[in-house]
């Protein structure tokens, strides 16, 4: 089995919560199950009850993931039950999706895509935490509880109405996240909670190389800090409908982001030319790459309230971050080095 990345002994041992750490599996299905809505085909109501008994299993994996650095045992675990669902999930989105066409149901095709798009980012979340780090199971866990819930509470309703006599209406253009449950915290764990969030602090800082400047790796430090903030509003959001406010607090902690990246690459660009670094064209082309892609989701968050985008933009962010700075930034430390730019003794720690 694949080794996997950890930046220190203690890295994968305090993660961020998205339920109340001592819910036992019990209560977490409890909590989720009464916010299931029944499908009148009565074979895919029992189906979404198996895919809801092996995400309970998910959430049992992940809470070990939260107290403790997992053993290779327990990572063996977690992609047994990830297996599972990946077969369990093809096999009941094939049964809907033979309904659908012997029942000539209009809304087939956009079913079919839903389903595709779960299975990739399944798939992708799966990746990063088999090649980089367990930090990213609470977010497979928030990616599965908060697609199972929108699409059998609202695009499987569609079906059932339909199987019930009722016309097909087109889905309407998404403006929320209306149907994912909301999982209560209690108020007396919260001390818990902002314990686990500085290991997840700790863990990406961790992560980012000293790349020999003071002032960039205080800018990195500030970006994780920020994606720290970011995961931390997407975690309290992703189990409940924001409010008009929270989507504020989201806007703003967003352009707060763009507007320190564009900072950031302004300093880093200047140094970099003024050392005449060999790959800065390169280098500044990625910047704008980064900056135009983290507009158009923006953009696309702005127009479609929908909490699912805000996930993807987390994992965006989160992934352009450690990938730009360990595999990027890591290459101009020789030359900015050479130049004078690292004072005597200063490594930005």
């Given at each position: 089995m694949a080794q996997h990345?950890?930046?220190?002994?203690?890295?994968?041992?305090?993660?961020?919560?998205?339920?109340d750490p001592i819910t036992s599996e019990e209560e977490f299905r409890l909590q989720l199950q009464p916010r299931m809505r029944q499908v009148a085909v009565p074979s895919f109501h029992d189906q979404h009850l198996q895919l809801l008994s092996i995400i309970t299993r998910l959430y049992g994996v992940m809470r070990i993931f939260q107290r403790r650095r997992p053993s290779q045992e327990e990572y063996q675990r977690l992609f047994n039950v990830l297996d599972e669902l990946k077969t369990y999930a093809v096999f009941h989105f094939g049964d809907e999706e033979a309904y659908m066409q012997?029942?000539?149901?209009?809304?087939?095709?956009?079913?079919?895509e839903s389903h595709r798009r779960f299975v990739a980012k399944l798939l992708k979340i799966e990746a990063k935490v088999r090649n980089?780090?367990?930090?990213?199971?609470?977010?497979?866990?928030?990616?599965?509880?908060s697609w199972l819930f929108d699409h059998i509470n609202q695009m499987d309703m569609q079906y059932s109405k339909f199987a019930q006599g009722e016309p097909y209406r087109p889905p309407p253009e998404p403006t929320r996240s209306t149907s994912t449950p909301k999982i209560k915290t209690a108020p007396a764990k919260m001390a818990v909670a902002d314990h686990h969030w500085q290991g997840y602090r700790n863990s990406l800082l961790e992560r980012l190389p000293d790349v020999g400047v003071a002032i960039l790796n205080k800018q990195h430090h500030q970006l994780a800090e920020q994606l720290v903030g970011l995961q931390s509003l997407v975690d309290?959001?992703?189990?409940?409908?924001?409010?008009?406010?929270?989507?504020?607090?989201?806007d703003g902690l967003l352009a707060f982001l763009s507007n320190y990246a564009a900072k950031h690459f302004l300093d880093e660009e200047t140094l970099l030319r003024q050392a005449k670094y060999s790959d800065l064209e390169s280098h500044c082309q990625e910047h704008a790459n980064f900056s135009s892609q983290m507009m158009r989701m923006r953009q696309q968050l702005q127009r479609e309230r929908q909490i699912q985008y805000l996930v993807d933009l987390h994992f965006f962010l989160l992934d352009w971050l450690l990938t730009h700075?360990?595999?990027?930034?890591?290459?101009?430390v020789s030359a900015l080095a050479s130049k004078g730019n690292t004072p005597a003794g200063d490594k930005g720690k």
């Open positions: 990345k950890e930046s220190s002994p203690t890295a994968a041992t305090q993660l961020p919560l998205c339920v012997e029942n000539r149901f209009p809304g087939l095709q956009i079913h079919q980089e780090s367990s930090v990213f199971v609470v977010d497979l866990l928030h990616m599965v509880v309290r959001l992703v189990t409940r409908k924001p409010g008009k406010g929270e989507w504020g607090q989201v700075v360990s595999g990027t930034d890591v290459k101009y």
